[in-house]
Nanobody, 121 residues
Framework: QVQLVESGGGLVQAGGSLRLSCAASGSIYAVNTWTWYRQAPGKERELVATITSSTNPNVADSVKGRFTISRDNAKNTVDLQMNTLKPEDTGVYYC???????????????WGQGTQVTVSS
């Protein structure tokens, strides 16, 4: 069974930086797309960044110029480098992966457990 494990969350002051990581393990043929989402208490989940390959990253307008998404296909991991953090970046961050487990199978969606990011003023 495929599992996604996140790490790197924590408390940081505004203007600081954090680096989130997410690692997929189990039976994996390929990860098609990695995506980072975040959710603040009482609010809907929002897309933060997505990457289909190392040369095709996209980030939300709200974090453009501050966040960078990257992936390591050999390790089946994705990172989210977060710089110049703002209080409005506070929330639980979830990684998601569209994973093909066998070369002939279709992709399925998997979620990490979430990691808390808190940015203080």
């Amino acid at each position: 069974q495929v599992q996604l494990v996140e790490s790197g969350g924590g408390l940081v002051q505004a203007g600081g930086s954090l680096r989130l990581s997410c690692a997929a393990s189990g039976s994996i043929y390929a990860v098609n797309t990695w995506t980072w989402y975040r959710q603040a208490p009482g609010k809907e989940r929002e897309l933060v960044a997505t990457i289909t390959s190392s040369t095709n990253p996209n980030v939300a307008d709200s974090v453009k110029g501050r966040f960078t998404i990257s992936r390591d296909n050999a390790k089946n991991t994705v990172d989210l480098q977060m710089n110049t953090l703002k209080p409005e970046d506070t929330g639980v961050y979830y990684c998601n992966a569209e994973i093909v487990q066998l070369w002939w199978s279709t992709a399925r969606s998997y979620w990490g457990q979430g990691t808390q990011v808190t940015v203080s003023s």
